[in-house]
């Protein structure tokens, strides 16, 4: 048998995580991630079969909601990003494929991003040396997409911080860009 | 530059990409009797106001629609921003 060893985004064993004076950078290695697009003119089914099934509430433009173990970001018109802990929704995609049936389609995205979850004080000042987003005016429960570094990137306003979702391929100079604007803030 | 994106804000103009004039939303019937002349004309002819010109604009970097905006191209002043598929479905696309 293979001895597979999983590593992290960033190539680590374990989950980094970068105290830079008040701000907290930690990577979240442990996301199950799909995308939900809906077939033409099938917006509101989506929307209430995952509602039946998970509770779970696609909400308007540029917001995300949680429920349970599930959280959906809104990604453009009719679009939406689920995330759970993987460790726990490994099948994340097939299952959202049950759910929403032939009146939407269903991405598996887990390998394609990493995530960062960031914290502190500085966190304002940081996010407004990192991208164009008005992140001031930002409030938990709102996502935006936009560039970090010209990465494309998910911006996510949470009671505790933001998180950022990146290409993962390019997990390393998201990183570099995170803390380079926290040590800039610093 | 800021684009009042129509669902989104206010957005950078960096998140955009620019195709065009807008008038490649009209294309031409390809099985109409005069379809290769249109098509010549569709491909190869464009306007260049110095005014008003209405363009087509991909929020790339955003959430990836497509917009119609209508910028003055003497100073830049964008005065109305339009999402591309209402107003291809205003002039009867997307019907056939």
């Known amino acids: 048998m293979t001895d597979l060893k999983p590593i992290t985004a960033l190539n680590g064993d374990s989950a980094a995580v970068d105290t830079i004076a008040t701000l907290t950078i930690r990577e979240n290695p442990d996301l199950a991630l799909a995308s939900v697009a809906a077939r033409h003119g099938a917006g509101d089914t989506v929307a209430a079969r995952l509602k039946d099934a998970l509770s779970l509430s696609?909400?308007?433009?540029?917001?995300w909601a949680a429920a349970g173990d599930y959280a959906a970001i809104w990604l453009g018109p009719d679009q939406w990003m689920v995330n759970a802990e993987y460790g726990t929704h490994a099948l994340l995609a097939s299952d959202l494929k049950a759910i929403v049936g032939d009146a939407g389609s269903v991405t598996e995205q887990t390998d394609g991003w990493c995530c960062f979850d960031v914290e502190g004080e500085q966190l304002v000042a940081a996010f407004e040396r990192l991208c164009a987003l008005d992140f001031?005016?930002?409030q938990p429960g709102q996502a935006n997409r936009t560039t970090i570094h010209h990465l494309g990137c998910l911006v996510?306003?949470?009671?505790?911080?933001?998180?950022?979702?990146?290409?993962?391929?390019?997990?390393?100079?998201?990183?570099?860009?995170?803390?380079?604007?926290?040590?800039?803030?610093? | 530059m800021l684009?009042?994106?129509?669902?989104?804000?206010?957005?950078?103009?960096?998140e955009f990409t620019y195709l065009g004039d807008a008038a490649l939303i009209d294309r031409p019937n390809w099985q109409a009797d005069d379809a290769a002349e249109a098509f010549h004309d569709y491909l190869y002819l464009?306007?260049?106001?110095?005014?008003?010109?209405?363009?087509?604009w991909f929020h790339e970097q955003g959430d990836r629609s497509w917009l119609v905006v209508t910028r003055n191209t003497l100073t830049h002043e964008i005065t109305s921003v339009e999402?591309?598929?209402d107003v291809a479905l205003a002039r009867g696309r997307g019907k056939e």
């Open chain 1, 58 to 63: 696609l909400l308007a433009p540029a917001h």
């Open chain 2, 3 to 14: 684009i009042n994106h129509p669902i989104l804000g206010p957005r950078d103009a960096a």
């Open chain 1, 136 to 138: 001031a005016q930002m």
């Open chain 2, 46 to 56: 464009r306007d260049n106001p110095a005014g008003l010109h209405r363009e087509l």
């Open chain 2, 83 to 85: 999402l591309a598929r």
């Open chain 1, 156 to 186: 996510v306003r949470t009671d505790a911080g933001a998180s950022v979702f990146g290409p993962r391929s390019s997990a390393r100079s998201l990183h570099h860009a995170l803390i380079e604007a926290a040590y800039s803030v610093a």
